[in-house]
């Protein structure tokens, strides 16, 4: 029996090994200037796979990296990173993920995050932003929409 009890622990790790091996991560940089302009996240939109992660990285200072309220798919939670500190998200639950640099939002600082399939791409379009986060945001969508799989 303790052997039988070694043997499926061993299993067990090797999954769990296996798992972590496959999951990726992507890099997003926090800039104060990028290609598409001043205050961004480059780049404003991620595909991953549940399991996968983002790795928010604070170039510059003054920037984090944190959810937006009703951009979520129902059952994740919610983050939010510290001011000037890299932060990695784990992305569990399939959908689209806002994402937004606290200080910047109204600027437009914001990227979106789709992890598989997602089934809340309506009810993030319906988020409400100030400033030029609503364009920056429309434009994202925009290019969601020309590489999303039917």
Known sequence: MRYVMMAAACVALT??????????????????????????????LVRIQP???????????????????????????????EMNKDV??????????????KPHYPMGMVALVVVGTPANVDAAKAVKHPGKAKKAFEAIFEEYGKTAPE
């Open 88 to 101: 990695t998200v784990t992305f569990t639950v399939p959908g689209v993920y806002g994402v937004k640099c």
């Open 15 to 44: 999954w769990s090994a296996l798992a972590s091996a496959n999951a990726a991560e992507v890099e997003v940089k926090m800039l104060n200037k990028g290609e598409k302009g001043v205050m961004v996240f480059e780049p404003d």
């Open 51 to 81: 399991g996968d992660s983002v790795h928010f990285v604070a170039v510059n200072k003054g920037h984090d990296a944190q959810s937006i309220e009703g951009m979520l798919p129902d059952g994740a939670e919610p983050f939010a990173g």
